[in-house]
Structures are given as structure tokens and as C-alpha cells.
């Protein structure tokens, strides 16, 4: 058994990057953080298992070596001083260095200073809304947008539609329930701050590849950051029962190069001012309709017709 739970450690230590079926530890992530969550599980992990080899061992071997049937004697003494302190303290020492690779973690995944770009993320029953607010030092004007399940999934997820769940897919990947309408689109090797909060109830948003996950909590703004390495689409989803369709508010985050990521700003802050212009360019269009009107006043008296 041993061996068993030794092996299985480490072969979850090989773990790729996105899960995968039979898959037994935490995926690396995809941020320059998420190793720090995947090693601390590894080093926890291998305390657990030394731990438990030991007092299991020592306990099959009194019950095998030193049972009644065998002829064993049980010892009289009641308690060993040396035995004692050294049992207290090797526990101890574990703990102090656990919670300081803990704290280490924790202090360094909040310290949101010397972002260069923030997003503000906000939960709805049951959809996500996505704000860009700043961008390398320069706000960014009327860039935002609700960020859903998306169709396939929702129609295949309706009571009796008949269409088969396995057949959602993007490419070779199968994304039933894991795809959005609209993604939230990144620059990679870019520190981002999210501020978090929730619109109505608790939700949590959660993305495995960036090796966290925080609340989304309605009067409570929560910040958190992430700086992606490698481009791609890392899905995630909603980590709070929040209510009826709680397992249909999934997450995309799409990272691209700050190249792409650049066109990909410009084309949406072209798109948020293109409605703004159109309601401008209707007076223009009327001042010129009055124009023949005006002119033909002004040539009236020329003509020597004044009424």
C-alpha cells in the first residue's frame, strides 16, 4: 500500500498543464504564479504520504509482530519523556514550515502592485460581466461586456433536446458547458489586476490554470492578480453554489500577444464609438436637407419678387 500511494504520487507530479483524464495532481498552470500553489501541494502531499507510511507501518507492525498470539508482552511504563518531545516537536517543525511556504504564497498573490492592467470582473445569476478599465497607464473608454454560456451547450443542456453533449466541441477539445458566447481576451507576460465582486449573490471565479480562485461577493470589491506566459484558451467556471443554474456560468480567458491584444482593443473601443457617432451625424444630415430652403430665400429679392 505503501508503494501504491508512493507511485501514485508520482506519477501525479507529471501531470500536464490542462486536466486530462486519469490525471492525479494539480495541472502547473499557465502564470507566472501558479507553480508557486503546485509545488506547495506537491511538498504537502509528500509530508502526508511519509507521515502516513510511518504510523501505518509502525501500526501493522504492532498488530502483526506484537499480537497476544504470538506470545508479545505488553511493556508497563506509561510514557517515554525523550519519546515525547520528540514526536511533539518534529510536528511542529512541519507545521512552521508549511505555514511559512503558505504565507510566502499568499503575500506574494496579493500584492497587486506594478499591474499594468486592470479588469474588473463581476458575477451574475448566471453570466459574468467583463470591464476593462485601464491598460499600460491609459484608461480604457466603454470596453465591457456580459460573457455567457454559450449556445450549443445551452440548447443541448434542455430537458429533452435530444442533441448529444459529446458533440460539443471546439476543434478536438469537447466543451459542453465549458465554452462562452464572449471570452475574456488578455495580453500575455502583462501583470493584470482583477477587482471582483458579485452583482446580486456569492459566485467565485475560478480559472485552474492561473492557480487561484476568489470570491465574487456583492458590496465587497476582491483583487487579485495573474501575469500569463503562454498564449492560449484556459477555461474555468464558477465556484459557488449560487443557485439554480450554477453549473452553467463557465469561464473563458483567451490570452493573446500584446501584438493581437493591441488590435483586438482597438477594435472594440472602434466598435463602442461607432453608436455614439451615429446620433451626431443626424443634425449634420438636417442643416444640409435646410440648405436649398435657406438659398432660396436669399435669391429672392434678386428676382424683384418681395411679398
Known amino acids: 500500500m505503501a508503494w501504491a500511494t508512493l507511485a501514485l504520487a ?86 512552521i514550515v508549511l505555514a511559512y511556504l503558505a504565507t510566502g504564497g499568499l503575500t506574494s498573490w496579493a500584492d497587486t502592485t506594478g499591474s499594468q492592467m486592470t479588469v474588473k470582473i463581476t458575477g451574475y445569476q448566471w453570466k459574468w460581466r467583463y470591464d476593462y478599465i485601464s491598460y499600460l497607464g491609459k484608461p480604457i473608454d466603454k470596453v465591457g461586456f456580459m460573457s455567457k454560456l454559450d449556445s450549443q451547450s445551452d440548447q443541448t443542456r434542455q430537458l429533452g433536446s435530444g442533441m448529444d453533449p459529446y458533440a460539443v466541441k471546439v476543434g478536438t477539445e469537447n466543451t459542453y458547458l465549458l465554452n462562452v458566447d464572449k471570452p475574456l481576451v488578455v495580453p500575455v507576460d502583462t501583470k493584470i489586476r482583477f477587482l471582483i465582486t458579485g452583482g446580486d449573490v456569492i459566485h467565485s471565479w475560478w480559472v485552474p490554470a492561473l492557480g487561484w480562485k476568489l470570491d465574487a461577493i456583492p458590496g465587497i470589491v476582491n483583487v487579485a492578480w495573474t501575469n500569463i506566459t503562454t498564449p492560449g484558451t484556459y477555461r474555468g467556471q464558477c465556484a459557488e453554489l449560487c443557485g439554480q443554474d450554477h453549473g452553467f456560468m463557465p469561464i473563458v480567458v483567451v490570452a493573446k500577444s500584446k501584438a493581437d491584444f493591441a488590435k483586438w482593443l482597438a477594435a472594440q473601443e472602434t466598435q463602442s464609438a461607432a453608436p455614439a457617432a451615429a446620433p451626431a451625424a443626424a443634425p449634420a444630415a438636417a442643416s444640409t436637407a435646410a440648405a436649398p430652403q435657406t438659398a432660396q430665400i436669399a435669391v429672392a429679392p434678386a428676382n424683384g419678387k418681395q411679398g
Open 10 to 95: 508520482s506519477f501525479g507530479s507529471a501531470a500536464q498543464a490542462a486536466p486530462g483524464p486519469w490525471q492525479l495532481n494539480m495541472q502547473r498552470g499557465a502564470s507566472t504564479w501558479s507553480p508557486v500553489p503546485y509545488h506547495l501541494n506537491n511538498i504537502s502531499l509528500g509530508v502526508c504520504v511519509v507521515i502516513g507510511v510511518l504510523v501505518f507501518g509502525a501500526m501493522f507492525i504492532a498488530m502483526f509482530r506484537f499480537r497476544k498470539s504470538r506470545g508479545a508482552v505488553a511493556e508497563k511504563w506509561s510514557h517515554n519523556t525523550t519519546l515525547e518531545i520528540v514526536w511533539t516537536t518534529i510536528p511542529v517543525i512541519i507545521l
